[in-house]
């Protein structure tokens, strides 16, 4: 089981729905810790997934968005044994 995961998440991209209360309603019955980062320009994502595997606090990285966003997250988890997931 997951315990901490951090959400890439591009608000640009996707459906326009209420994405952090979905994820909140979904992941605190279990008590699970979750964070987020924005991407506000392209190279964001990729930035964001190295700074967060440098920490390596989390026990899942999950991308949010569009395809630039899902293949910048994923180019820089390339050879991390955390777990990668995209949120469609």
């Known amino acids: 089981m997951f315990e901490n995961i951090h959400f890439i998440i591009n608000p640009a991209a996707g459906r326009n729905r209420p994405i952090l209360n979905t994820i909140n309603d979904v992941l605190a019955p279990y008590g699970i810790q979750w964070d987020v980062s924005i991407t506000l320009k392209e190279g964001d994502g990729k930035r964001h ?25 994923a180019n820089a988890m390339v050879g991390s044994k955390v777990p990668f997931a995209v949120l469609a």
């Open 49 to 73: 997934a190295e700074r967060i595997l440098r920490q390596g606090e989390v026990d899942l990285i999950v991308a949010y968005g569009g395809d630039g966003t899902v293949m910048d997250v």
